[in-house]
């Protein structure tokens, strides 16, 4: 996010803050939706999907911590 960050705008690092919540229901959603499309949504994706979820959130919340600084 810092990397990202000194080529951008204050209002564009602001709006990418605002919208890093919804980063982990998309990334999480695209995801799945690739191993569908695939033919490889089994029970093990669907027992991994939490902990997906959970590395998404860490990741778009570390993404904005980088654009604050």
Known sequence: GRARAESLTATARFVR????PAVPALMLSRALGRL???RRLDAQ???AAPLAAWFFVCWAAGEAAGLLS
Request: charged letters at 20%.
């Open 17 to 20: 803050v605002l919208l890093a």
């Open 36 to 38: 569908r499309r695939g």
């Open 45 to 47: 994706a669907v027992l």
